[in-house]
């Protein structure tokens, strides 16, 4: 099947891909510039913007005042003037007239918020909140337990209960997750392999979609440049795609497998000492899987690519013809990220076998629960069914089409030329 | 012997035929030439003689047998379009094309400096190819083309943008390749290229071959009675003489067909005792350019009858 010329072709491009600039870059930068990203997710979603938050709590009763006094100054964030309480006392009618005249103060931001306790919300909890952004859940969230501590104990301190069943009653409920599979002990599980999926799935969308375009772009530069007629005059149409998608399949898997680097060194070694919360769990079959998977998965989409490539001339008109090839990408991804919700729904199920979204789909699935050995089968059978069926009508496409200059053809004439003799 | 037979090819593209019924013979060892004008069907019938297009019906024979890969190996090709990777350096495009002919190693890297010296490219070896001129781009895909020492030479209107030193390198090592006992088939649109260069020709119009054989044979049955003329005066007085067929003005000279031979040497008479100042005046001589548009000119009746010399 290889024969010179392939392997000729085959070094080329190789030697074009593997050495270019681009490549390089994004091979190394991606992985940094991932962990960048989540970097700043997690610096943006941990910065709230509350410091300096001044409030004012008002109730009823000198004595229910005073217990939030006692409860709430003794927590750090108000101890180090992170928050500032201003305490009150007074009836509710007082109150009203207060609260206009607060209102400047309040729409100026002056004090972001006064909590108002009825009396009422001694028993129904229900505390009244002014602010000009009552929806701010950073500072309600804060103080739920506070207060909700507050009011708990003096719901029952008249009904003699001791601390402990206190303590009981404010307790939440927690979850502790245990994976079951197969051949494991049962083990905690924590979000490391939800991450896993996360990145699997980000990683193969990224590289699907770089590894097409790059060979699209190449199909189509040696289209407009004519090296194609030289390159036909002595290897056949099927020889130079082959190759084509070969070098470029190649190229993707090296770049997946140096992507895929850190998350074997975070599973295998200790090098990152990770907290068991986050602990990566992937076997060394599954890493092989996954890049023969992935092999399969370029093998199919860049012959599309490729094939897409073929019929236009420049980027501008092939942006029209690319939209099915990405939408056979997009589909899956967004079907892979719906399954952090729940991994067993049977749309991911299906999905994980179903031709173009295995690829994708499937690894992230693998991640998650413990996928029966048939349907890994089957998902390789049908990724592979799914490159024989694919491969003559895009070798056929791409036949014609390379050859071809002039105005954009219109998608009835590409079926055509499947009827032409070869 | 014949190397390759064309047969009854015929290519249609949406409903227009562009080669249609082409048959013609090239034989071992000549320069072959296949000439017509822009659009004629030219390229179309060299990319189907190389198996690049499928013909619709028709067949190629190399030596017997039906061209296919294996004459692909034995080709050494220049399209008309010429292409080349721009960012790959010279001396890597000469050695890639090589190689997928099946040929690298030390002595095709021996041959392509030798190439490179002769067509004063050597310095260029490390250059890439969008940084040279266009016509040091055509000389490399010319060396690329003929590096790997194929048996045969297809050339694609090769002189076209070349300035007149290296035309005449390019016709030197064409010349020299057909000593070696290759079989050069060369396309163009310039008759007079290919009326110096060629030993066969086949000249193709509208996709039909209206004309084919030998350059030799062709001229000597065009020629008869044709007597071509390079003149100073007025030859208006000719237009109503019963010994006169037609006279056709081609600008450097003119072709005058008489009705029978032996009217030649009243010809010259009449142009004496009329006054022409007569420069050039050759019997039973036309230009391939004269054979060609006296045939182009023709409807499709008389062409079928004198394909075919």
């Given at each position: 099947?290889?024969?010179?010329?392939?392997?000729?072709?085959?070094?080329?491009?190789?030697?074009?891909?593997?050495?270019?600039?681009?490549?390089?870059?994004?091979?190394?930068?991606?992985?940094?510039?991932?962990?960048?990203?989540i970097?700043?997710?997690?610096?943006?979603?941990s910065?709230?913007?509350?410091?300096?938050?001044?409030?004012?709590l008002?109730?009823?009763?000198?004595?229910?005042?005073?217990?939030?006094?006692?409860?709430?100054?003794?927590l750090?964030f108000?101890k180090?003037?992170?928050?500032?309480f201003?305490?009150?006392?007074?009836?509710?009618?007082?109150?009203?007239d207060?609260?206009?005249?607060?209102?400047?103060?309040?729409?100026?931001?002056?004090?972001?918020?006064?909590?108002?306790?009825?009396?009422?919300?001694?028993?129904?909890?229900?505390?009244?909140?002014?602010?000009?952004?009552?929806?701010?859940?950073?500072i309600?969230?804060?103080?739920?337990?506070?207060?909700?501590?507050?009011?708990?104990?003096?719901?029952?301190?008249?009904?003699?209960?001791?601390?402990?069943d206190?303590?009981?009653?404010?307790?939440?409920?927690?979850?502790?997750?245990?994976?079951?599979?197969?051949?494991?002990?049962?083990?905690?599980?924590?979000?490391?392999?939800?991450?896993?999926?996360?990145i699997?799935?980000?990683?193969?969308?990224?590289?699907?979609?770089?590894?097409?375009?790059?060979t699209?772009?190449?199909?189509?530069?040696?289209k407009?440049?004519?090296?194609?007629?030289?390159?036909?005059?002595?290897?056949?149409?099927?020889?130079?795609?082959?190759?084509?998608?070969?070098?470029?399949?190649?190229?993707?898997?090296?770049?997946?497998?140096?992507?895929?680097?850190?998350i074997?060194?975070?599973?295998?070694?200790?090098?990152?000492?990770?907290?068991?919360?986050?602990?990566?769990?992937?076997?060394?079959?599954?890493?092989?899987?996954?890049?023969f998977?992935?092999?399969l998965?370029?093998?199919?989409?860049?012959?599309?690519?490729?094939?897409?490539?073929?019929i236009?001339?420049?980027?501008?008109?092939?942006?029209?013809?690319?939209?099915?090839?990405?939408?056979?990408?997009?589909?899956?991804?967004?079907?892979?990220?719906?399954?952090?919700?729940?991994?067993?729904?049977?749309?991911?199920?299906?999905?994980?076998?179903?031709?173009?979204?295995?690829?994708?789909?499937?690894?992230?699935?693998?991640?998650?629960?413990?996928?029966?050995?048939w349907?890994?089968?089957?998902?390789?059978?049908?990724?592979?069914?799914?490159?024989?069926?694919?491969?003559?009508?895009?070798?056929?496409?791409?036949?014609?089409?390379?050859?071809?200059?002039?105005?954009?053809?219109?998608?009835s004439?590409?079926?055509k030329?499947?009827?032409?003799?070869? | 012997?014949?190397?390759?037979?064309?047969?009854?090819?015929?290519?249609?593209?949406?409903?227009?035929?562009?080669?249609d019924?082409?048959?013609?013979?090239v034989?071992?060892?000549?320069?072959?030439?296949?000439?017509?004008?822009?659009?004629?069907?030219?390229?179309?019938?060299?990319?189907?003689?190389?198996?690049?297009?499928?013909?619709?019906?028709g067949?190629?024979?190399?030596?017997?047998?039906?061209?296919?890969?294996?004459?692909?190996?034995?080709?050494?090709?220049?399209?008309?379009?010429?292409?080349?990777?721009?960012?790959?350096?010279?001396?890597?495009?000469?050695?890639?094309?090589?190689?997928?002919?099946?040929?690298?190693?030390?002595?095709?890297?021996?041959?392509?400096?030798?190439?490179l010296?002769?067509?004063?490219?050597?310095?260029?070896?490390?250059?890439?190819?969008?940084?040279?001129?266009?016509?040091?781009?055509?000389?490399?895909?010319?060396?690329?083309?003929?590096?790997?020492?194929?048996?045969?030479?297809?050339?694609?209107?090769?002189f076209?943008?070349?300035?007149?030193?290296?035309?005449?390198?390019?016709?030197?090592?064409?010349?020299?390749?057909?000593?070696?006992?290759?079989?050069i088939?060369?396309?163009?649109?310039?008759?007079?290229?290919?009326?110096?260069?060629?030993?066969?020709?086949?000249m193709?119009?509208?996709?039909?071959?209206?004309?084919?054989?030998?350059?030799?044979s062709?001229?000597?049955k065009y020629a008869?009675?044709?007597?071509?003329?390079?003149?100073?005066?007025?030859?208006?007085?000719?237009?109503?003489?019963?010994?006169?067929?037609?006279?056709s003005?081609?600008?450097?000279?003119?072709?005058?067909?008489?009705?029978?031979?032996s009217y030649?040497?009243?010809?010259?008479?009449?142009l004496?005792?009329?006054?022409?100042?007569?420069?050039?005046?050759?019997?039973?001589?036309?230009?391939?350019?004269?054979?060609?548009?006296?045939?182009?000119?023709?409807?499709?009746?008389?062409?079928?009858?004198?394909?075919?010399?």
């Amino acid at each position: 099947m290889f024969n010179y010329r392939i392997l000729g072709l085959l070094k080329r491009e190789l030697n074009e891909k593997l050495l270019s600039k681009t490549f390089i870059i994004m091979t190394l930068a991606l992985p940094a510039l991932m962990f960048l990203i989540i970097g700043v997710q997690t610096l943006l979603m941990s910065y709230e913007g509350d410091e300096d938050t001044k409030l004012e709590l008002i109730t009823e009763s000198d004595l229910l005042t005073n217990k939030f006094k006692t409860e709430l100054d003794e927590l750090p964030f108000i101890k180090n003037n992170y928050y500032s309480f201003e305490y009150n006392t007074m009836s509710k009618e007082s109150f009203k007239d207060y609260l206009e005249n607060k209102k400047e103060d309040l729409l100026s931001e002056k004090i972001q918020g006064i909590f108002f306790f009825s009396d009422s919300s001694k028993e129904s909890k229900i505390i009244e909140y002014y602010s000009k952004a009552p929806k701010n859940a950073t500072i309600t969230q804060k103080l739920n337990s506070y207060f909700n501590k507050v009011l708990v104990e003096n719901y029952f301190i008249n009904k003699n209960l001791s601390e402990n069943d206190l303590d009981f009653a404010r307790k939440r409920v927690d979850f502790t997750g245990y994976k079951i599979s197969k051949d494991q002990d049962i083990e905690e599980e924590g979000y490391g392999g939800l991450i896993l999926s996360y990145i699997l799935t980000f990683l193969l969308y990224i590289s699907l979609i770089m590894m097409g375009q790059m060979t699209m772009q190449s199909v189509m530069e040696e289209k407009t440049s004519r090296v194609v007629e030289v390159l036909l005059s002595s290897v056949n149409s099927k020889e130079l795609m082959t190759s084509k998608i070969f070098g470029a399949a190649i190229t993707g898997v090296i770049q997946m497998a140096v992507w895929l680097t850190p998350i074997v060194l975070v599973s295998f070694t200790t090098i990152f000492a990770l907290p068991t919360e986050l602990a990566v769990n992937i076997t060394v079959g599954q890493i092989i899987y996954l890049l023969f998977n992935f092999f399969l998965g370029l093998l199919t989409f860049l012959g599309l690519f490729a094939m897409i490539g073929s019929i236009f001339e420049n980027a501008q008109e092939a942006q029209s013809g690319m939209w099915p090839v990405l939408m056979l990408i997009m589909i899956p991804f967004f079907i892979a990220l719906s399954m952090v919700k729940n991994p067993s729904n049977p749309i991911v199920e299906i999905a994980s076998m179903f031709p173009f979204a295995n690829i994708i789909v499937m690894p992230a699935r693998m991640t998650l629960i413990d996928v029966p050995l048939w349907q890994f089968i089957l998902s390789i059978v049908v990724a592979i069914a799914t490159i024989i069926a694919i491969f003559p009508v895009a070798g056929k496409i791409f036949r014609i089409g390379i050859l071809r200059t002039g105005k954009k053809p219109k998608w009835s004439e590409v079926v055509k030329w499947l009827k032409y003799k070869d | 012997m014949n190397a390759l037979e064309v047969r009854n090819l015929t290519k249609t593209f949406d409903g227009i035929t562009a080669v249609d019924n082409a048959t013609f013979e090239v034989p071992e060892g000549s320069i072959f030439g296949l000439i017509g004008r822009n659009g004629a069907g030219k390229t179309t019938t060299i990319r189907m003689m190389m198996n690049i297009y499928m013909p619709d019906s028709g067949e190629v024979i190399l030596r017997g047998t039906k061209v296919g890969q294996n004459f692909k190996n034995k080709v050494g090709y220049l399209p008309e379009e010429r292409g080349l990777y721009k960012k790959m350096k010279v001396w890597d495009t000469l050695l890639f094309f090589s190689e997928i002919k099946g040929n690298a190693g030390k002595n095709v890297q021996k041959k392509a400096n030798e190439y490179l010296k002769r067509f004063d490219l050597l310095d260029r070896k490390n250059s890439k190819i969008e940084d040279l001129s266009k016509g040091n781009q055509q000389k490399i895909q010319f060396i690329s083309t003929i590096l790997h020492e194929p048996e045969f030479i297809i050339l694609d209107e090769p002189f076209s943008g070349l300035d007149p030193i290296n035309t005449n390198l390019l016709r030197e090592i064409i010349v020299e390749e057909k000593k070696k006992g290759k079989v050069i088939i060369l396309s163009t649109h310039l008759m007079d290229f290919a009326e110096r260069m060629c030993d066969h020709i086949a000249m193709i119009d509208h996709g039909k071959i209206i004309l084919n054989g030998s350059l030799n044979s062709i001229k000597q049955k065009y020629a008869q009675k044709n007597i071509s003329l390079t003149y100073k005066g007025d030859l208006s007085f000719l237009n109503s003489n019963p010994i006169i067929e037609k006279i056709s003005d081609y600008g450097n000279s003119t072709g005058i067909k008489v009705k029978d031979a032996s009217y030649i040497q009243q010809l010259l008479k009449l142009l004496i005792e009329n006054k022409i100042e007569v420069k050039n005046f050759s019997a039973n001589e036309i230009s391939l350019q004269e054979i060609f548009i006296e045939l182009a000119g023709k409807d499709e009746h008389e062409l079928m009858e004198v394909a075919n010399v």
